[in-house]
């Protein structure tokens, strides 16, 4: 199967590629005794999770490369120049 090259807003040109995401719930919280109590509605009984916890400390490093362009992708964001997460979602929905 031929998969279409499709160009970016950076110019780039990529391929496009199949993939499947599952729905999500995306939620907040906080540990409270050593449980996690998430913010509004309760999650159902048995429901999957994967946890991500900020550290105080947390740090990364880029290349110059990579820093130019996540500096440039933040003025984007700065400027408006971004795609509606409601257009991601669809798009991504499209791949299926």
């Known amino acids: 199967m031929r998969r279409p090259n499709l160009r970016w807003a950076d110019g780039i040109q990529r391929t496009r ?6 729905k999500m719930l995306i939620t907040s919280g906080r540990v409270v005794s050593g449980k996690i109590v998430v913010d509004g509605d309760p ?12 550290e105080a400390d947390e740090t990364f490093e880029l290349d110059s490369a990579a820093e130019a362009e996540l500096l440039e992708s933040i003025a984007e964001g700065d400027r408006g120049e971004a795609v509606p997460a409601e257009e991601v979602l669809r798009a991504l929905r499209n791949l299926e």
Not at 17 to 22: F, P
Not at 43 to 54: E, F, H, I, K
């Open 17 to 22: 590629i199949r993939v499947r995401i599952a």
């Open 43 to 54: 999650l159902p009984d048995g429901a999957l999770v994967t946890v991500l916890a900020r």
